[in-house]
């Protein structure tokens, strides 16, 4: 596709459920990262992938979360047992590399709502 | 904690001026620096990156970045209300692998 496509664009789910949420990066970027964006902060980093393995999952608050990358294009975040501290703008951004110059484009972000 | 810092604004200046915005960090081994653009309900666009200390021209936009004194900064030349938006400072951290680091971002209002 064109850019980095991200469905749903809004999630709206009670509290202890499970979500899924997906992200399809730029045809040919290697690289994926999912963060996660609350009101009046920046994103905060989540996870990384580079093709099918996570290369840094280091920002993952708890093992509620959890993302898979099975065959290096799309992606699924998981998030077991929401809560509502949950509830942020998921972003996933793309790039070609994961050299010095990590240029990434960002998807419109997941509004997850959980109540 | 290692931690990215940008003052939350509003950031207000008049059409035509020039805007300044700042950022700093406290990993002093940082190599990478962002600027990036994010209008309201909008996902963060890449405006400039920056590797080495001093200046980098595009446009109406300059990056500064001093490593000595961990700064990044980013000039807005002939500022236009369409430059109105939260600008977000992104730097990747000497050991953790290429994830950017944002700080909070800074409310610019560029006013008619």
């Known amino acids: 596709g064109a850019g980095v496509s991200q469905t749903p664009s809004n999630k709206v789910t009670e509290k202890g459920k499970y979500v899924e949420l997906r992200c399809d990066p730029i045809s040919g970027h290697t690289a994926l990262y999912w963060y996660r964006q609350s009101l009046g902060q920046g994103p905060e980093f989540l996870i990384y992938?580079?093709?099918?393995?996570?290369?840094?999952d280091s920002g993952l608050p708890n093992d509620r979360f959890f993302a898979v990358r099975p065959e290096g294009s799309v992606s699924t975040l998981k998030i077991q047992r929401t809560e509502r501290g949950d509830s942020a703008v998921y972003l996933c951004?793309?790039?070609?590399?994961?050299?010095?110059?990590?240029?990434?484009?960002f998807g419109q972000g997941t509004r997850l709502t959980v109540v | 904690q290692k931690e990215v810092e940008q003052n939350s604004g509003p950031l207000s200046v008049p059409e035509g001026a020039i805007a300044s915005l700042n950022c700093t960090y406290s990993d002093r081994g940082s190599q990478s620096f962002f600027w990036y653009r994010q209008y309201s309900g909008k996902s963060p666009e890449l405006i400039m990156f920056?590797?080495?200390?001093g200046d980098k021209e595009d446009g109406r936009f300059t990056a500064q970045l001093n490593k000595a004194s961990q700064y990044v900064s980013l000039l807005i030349r002939d500022s236009q209300p369409s430059d109105s938006a939260t600008y977000l400072c992104?730097?990747?951290?000497?050991?953790?692998?290429?994830?950017?680091?944002f700080g909070k971002g800074t409310s610019l209002l560029v006013t008619p």
């Open positions: 951004a793309s790039s070609a590399q994961s050299g010095r110059y990590t240029e990434a484009f």
């Open positions: 992938f580079q093709g099918t393995g996570a290369a840094d």
């Open positions: 992104a730097v990747v951290y000497s050991n953790s692998g290429y994830a950017l680091n």
């Open positions: 920056i590797y080495s200390n």
